[in-house]
């Protein structure tokens, strides 16, 4: 396979909208990186993290020597959680508001690259609060810089317009998608993720794979995200089980990155429906829910409900995953089983009752699919009528 043609240590230069530097020593570029942000005048910057990964990945040093090197001064908020809240995200634009940053440095997964471009955004609408943002009272169209370091793969933040953060009074857990908030630079280096824990190394991946399942079959679907799609799914079926048996093979990792980058242009373009519309009602309520693992409970019930409207593209797809699937909407029952068995064989066999989710929980995660600012609009873009009807189906099923 082509593959093997490829050196994982050269570093590639990716553009989107973002310049993404990829590849094994990619965090080297922190210091390009951060001589350009100086040269724009930028000398004071928040650095949004969590308590841990930033500094035991080891980019932290990297980032710090750059930063001192180039004279830029800079704060570190290191209280992004999984699933950040505006509460944080209001008390990091706090934080710096008063030191004056300039810009946004992001290290980790989509937690804290979502709540660093929140906070982008707030410190150029200087007015505005995490709650108007993501109640979406505005509409913004400035950001400061953002320089996303990613620590997983599975996001697709580091790459497109889109940010995730829980309302937790209202157990909303809304998605935005503004062009001011494309990351300048992004950095994907493999050698910072071959710390991830056995669970996260799945549910990462599995993220990504969710990511084009959606964007391949939305309504504004191309043929650009269906073939981006199927290399994605490629990629994730052949190094997943790679990763897993080794947590530090390089390769798999690099690969793993890249069906996730891939992933996150992917629906940048065609969207999303629903697996990310349900899931965020899950682990809105359950904060202390890996995303990716609620995604996993439901896309085998996601691809039952939509697999008479996408046969064609489905059975494309998800051949690496699931062989020998038919192109006609009879064969939905046997796409279901075959994506749960693909889940069951790289050890994610859970249900929703396996997290704490029962039958009386439904009526509530419907209605929360269907009020949460932004999650409509999701629905709207499936490839069927996304009525209550569907959505309850999904959910039950998924248990």
């Known amino acids: 396979m082509w593959e093997k043609d490829i050196n994982i240590n050269q570093i590639a230069e990716i553009r989107t909208r973002t310049t993404v530097f990829f590849g094994v020593g990619a965090i080297e570029k922190i210091d390009f990186v951060a001589k350009d942000l100086k040269s724009k005048g930028i000398d004071k910057l928040i650095v949004m993290s969590g308590r841990n990964a930033y500094k035991a990945t080891g980019a932290w040093d990297y980032v ?19 699933n950040p809240t505006t509460h944080a995200v209001d008390e990091a634009t706090k934080l710096a508001k008063g030191f004056g940053a300039q810009a946004v440095i992001s290290i980790g997964g989509g937690s804290p690259i979502d709540a660093g471009k929140s906070v982008a955004i707030l410190l150029k609408n200087t ?66 993720m071959a710390k991830l824990s056995l669970n996260q190394t799945k549910y990462v991946s599995i993220d990504a794979v969710n990511h084009v399942v959606e964007a391949s079959t939305s309504k504004v679907a191309s043929p650009y995200t269906i073939t981006l799609a199927r290399e994605v799914v490629t990629l994730v079926a052949k190094y997943l089980p790679k990763a897993i048996e080794n947590l530090e ?108 989710f029962v ?22 873009i499936a490839p069927n009528n996304a009525t209550s009807e569907v959505i309850e189906e999904i959910y039950k099923n998924s248990l």
């Not at 810089?145 to 620590?151: D, E, G, M, R, Y």
């Not at 039958?359 to 709207?380: F, R």
């Open 359 to 380: 039958e009386e929980d439904v009526a509530k995660l419907v209605n929360l699919a269907q009020t949460t600012p932004s999650l409509d609009g999701l629905l709207s």
């Open 64 to 82: 710090e020597k750059a930063l001192k090197d180039n004279g830029i001064e800079y704060i570190n908020y290191d209280k992004v959680t999984p």
């Open 127 to 192: 007015d505005k609060t995490a709650s108007d943002l993501y109640e979406f009272k505005f509409a913004p169209t400035e950001a400061v810089p953002v320089v996303a370091i990613n620590l997983t793969h599975g996001t697709g933040s580091e790459s497109n317009r889109f940010a995730v953060v829980t309302i937790p009074e209202k157990e909303y857990k809304p998605a935005i998608a503004y062009d001011c908030i494309y990351p300048m630079y992004a950095i994907d280096d493999p050698k910072l």
């Open 249 to 356: 093979d390089l390769e798999a990792r690099y690969y793993l990155a890249y069906a996730a980058l891939m992933a996150g242009v992917c629906f940048d373009n065609g969207l999303l429906h629903y697996t990310h519309a349900l899931e965020h009602p899950l682990s809105a309520v359950k904060p202390e829910l890996s995303h990716g693992l609620g995604l996993a409970m439901l896309l085998p019930a996601v691809v039952k409900a939509i697999y008479a409207d996408k046969a064609e593209t489905l059975a494309y797809i998800l051949e690496p995953v699931a062989k020998d699937l038919k192109p006609v909407k009879e064969d939905a029952e046997n796409a279901e089983k075959a994506v749960y068995e693909w889940l069951k064989s790289v050890g994610v066999p859970n249900k929703l009752k396996d997290e704490g």
